[in-house]
């Protein structure tokens, strides 16, 4: 995944690199994912399948509408939320959910208005510091009982750093993710209870032959 190791990324040069980094890739983003059979496929179609009509779905970090807005159910309602606007231009050939751009950390949404949120591979590239907010944030937008759908590290360490060259594209990006107990920690004090695991494999090639994988954690919001 990375050549630049790093433990303390500036919190403000890391969400540009993110940003300009998915703006400027985009395309070969998209054709990455598109050509990737994707593991995550059919947990995100059960995820999406306990949700009612009526219900409301926030993608936080959505990305190019993939793999989620573009799979939801007929009925609901959804908004996508990404920091890179040509990748928000790209999710709205593939969605008619609303689309935002914005900040984890900081979510264009008001108070207990969703039903659920997902976060695939997004929160890994929020500052790691900031991690606390982005739950709190899930956490503030979600109602009583509302569910979480995450993607976390797998091992004990986590990581910070970045890859100057991410799928051959010439561009940077950074991932910045402390380790799986230091998230469920994380959660569990926003007021989340994690009610499942899984490991799965990464949908996107890092480009150095090395796919990894990734734990996918589902929590419920307390307060029913």
């Known amino acids: 995944m990375t050549d630049e190791p790093s433990d303390a990324a500036d919190p403000h040069t890391q969400r540009i690199a993110v940003r300009d980094g998915y703006d400027a890739m985009a395309d070969d983003y998209r054709r990455e994912r598109d050509a990737s059979q994707s593991p995550e496929a059919p947990v995100v179609k059960s995820f999406l399948g306990d949700l009612a009509p009526g219900d409301r779905l926030l ?98 360490d986590g990581w910070a750093g970045a890859n100057s060259n991410w799928l051959d594209s010439g561009e940077r990006m950074a991932w910045s993710f402390p380790g799986i107990d230091d998230t469920r920690d994380q959660l569990r004090a926003a007021g989340f209870e994690v009610t499942a695991e899984q490991t799965l494999g990464d949908t996107v090639s890092d480009g150095d032959g090395d796919d990894g994988s990734w734990t996918h954690l589902f929590a419920r919001l307390e307060g029913v």
């Open 59 to 156: 993608d936080a970090g959505c990305g190019q509408g993939t793999p989620v807005l573009d799979r939801r159910p007929d009925g609901v309602d959804a908004v996508g939320v990404d920091l890179s606007a040509t990748q928000l231009g790209l999710a709205r050939d593939r969605t008619d959910a609303a689309l935002a751009r914005g900040d984890l950390t900081r979510l264009p949404l008001a108070d207990s208005t969703v039903d659920a949120v997902t976060a695939l591979h997004s929160v890994i590239h929020v500052p790691l510091a900031d991690h606390p907010d982005a739950y709190r944030e899930f956490a503030r937008v979600l109602c009583p009982g509302g569910r979480l759908y995450l993607t976390a590290a797998t091992d004990e």
